[in-house]
């Protein structure tokens, strides 16, 4: 999906929702069963009560590479069953030697057919490159994380007086740019936003961390969006853990929609200055 | 395999030979066809004819990925058919928030019960511990790495004065031990390995970037190398494409061979002090 449709598709819906699929045999709600294919009726009912809220849904490859490669067929008949509408980000943090990361795109570009995969940047530009090879795919490079760990290294500060992250942020942007390019940064980080938003003023952001990791929707909002929205936040577990009930449908779909009201006012409010 | 076993297999062999297996469908040797069948074929006869000559096989997980689920099976097979004997690398580079990076480990050490995983720094402490949970299994995270890229972020210089994968190395090694963790530094850069080494004397070092990638076996293993030998150095595709024609594995195992009796040498002549 190329920028102007992503764009087009936030500001019809008003919605820069992302949902995290993400789901967890031990964690399924209701009369489900704990089998792999409790697990794609599980995410399939979390598309169809959600899909009217969010633009767009973000799997982590991990929850089903944990299941082997039956893990891998459920991933592959989600994607499948996403509609065409909504913005794929295979969430990975793949990055390896070039030749190797090669095939990580393929995996995820060719095979999978995701909009987008997330990328992590300690290896360097070639091994971010190859996943550039594909038009109208996008590459999401982790820059400032929203778990405790990213004090370790990313807020580092180098001779030059930069933070880690920032280097990352204000080198990585030239290895593509704003139609193919977004960056994480997490909802934990409010006002490290604000600021990244002036190395980066008008590429997409994506934003994990609200919700369970306790990130503010409104501030993340305020410092973040810009005319062109430039924003998708990210809500895992909070949205598709709703309830442990028979109900959980229901109730995701209240948790998104009480989210995609929030966000209706916060577009209007950011995004026209 | 813990740490004592895998010296004594090292030290039994006179070998500290990882082979990477990362099989492209495209590049497939002699009569085999382009079936993800003849790739656990070629797998197969590759370590039938290269097994007496390394201690450990690391295959790749993005070549195995980019065959979707089949991949993933094929790979599922490849585990099952390397001897027990052998040091099993999963070349993963994962990291994520604690709560994913922990699917990841079970990925890895629950279902496809490698004895190693590679991993990426970026994210931070929390983004790797959930790895250590498995007794007897190694993290190996990325210090220094073998691409041209490396030098994007790894050999940025910190307001302390030191490098960032110098930074990386002194911490990350205070996450776990000396019995479950190694850290990833490429053949390219033997001068910083013997540096490095001053930081780790005696962690085991994964050791990426002979052969193909141009590092030199003997200088590194001069560098490299400490009594409990403390190296894993991984060749790729040298050995397993040794020759595009039938005659792939007898060349497949020459070329493991001439190494292996590299190996013998530096192992007499660098780890007694």
Redesign the interface.
């Known amino acids: 999906m190329n920028r102007a449709s992503l764009i087009k598709h936030i500001f019809e819906k008003k919605s820069y929702l992302c949902i995290g699929l993400?789901p967890?045999l031990n964690l399924l709600p209701g009369s489900l069963g704990k089998s792999p294919k409790d697990l794609l009726e599980f995410n399939k009912r979390i598309i169809d009560c959600t899909k009217d809220y969010c633009v767009s849904y973000k799997p982590?490859l991990?929850?089903y590479?944990?299941?082997?490669?039956?893990?891998?067929?459920i991933l592959?008949e989600t994607l499948a069953y996403i509609p065409s509408s909504h913005f794929v980000i295979a969430?990975a943090?793949?990055?390896?030697?070039?030749n190797?990361?090669g095939?990580?795109a393929?995996?995820i570009f060719?095979?999978?057919k995701a909009d987008a995969v997330t990328v992590?940047?300690?290896?360097?530009?070639?091994?971010?490159i190859p996943f550039y090879e594909y038009p109208d795919k996008w590459v999401v490079i982790?820059g400032l994380?929203?778990?405790?760990?990213?004090?370790?290294?990313?807020f580092?500060?180098?001779?030059s007086?930069e933070k880690?992250y920032q280097?990352?942020i204000s080198?990585a942007k030239n290895w593509g740019n704003e139609a193919n390019t977004m960056f994480v940064v997490g909802a934990t980080h409010p006002n490290e936003l604000a600021e990244i938003r002036k190395i980066i003023p008008n590429h997409f952001i994506l934003i994990?961390g609200v919700g369970a990791?306790g990130g503010d929707l409104k501030e993340i909002s305020a410092f973040g969006l810009t005319k062109e929205a430039g924003l998708l936040v990210n809500v895992g577990r909070s949205i598709i853990y709703a309830s442990k009930g028979n109900d959980f449908e229901e109730a995701a779909a209240k948790e998104a929609e009480k989210i995609h009201d929030e966000m209706k006012t916060y577009l209007s409010m950011y995004t026209f200055s």
Chains 1, 2 share one sequence.
């Open positions: 993400d967890d982590n991990a929850f590479e944990s299941l082997g490669s039956s893990g891998w067929k592959e969430d943090k793949r990055g390896d030697i070039g190797t990361s095939k990580y393929s995996a060719d095979y999978h992590a940047p300690y290896m360097g530009s070639d091994s971010i982790l994380t929203s778990n405790p760990g990213s004090k370790d290294f990313q580092l500060t180098l001779e007086g880690l280097k990352v080198e994990p990791q």
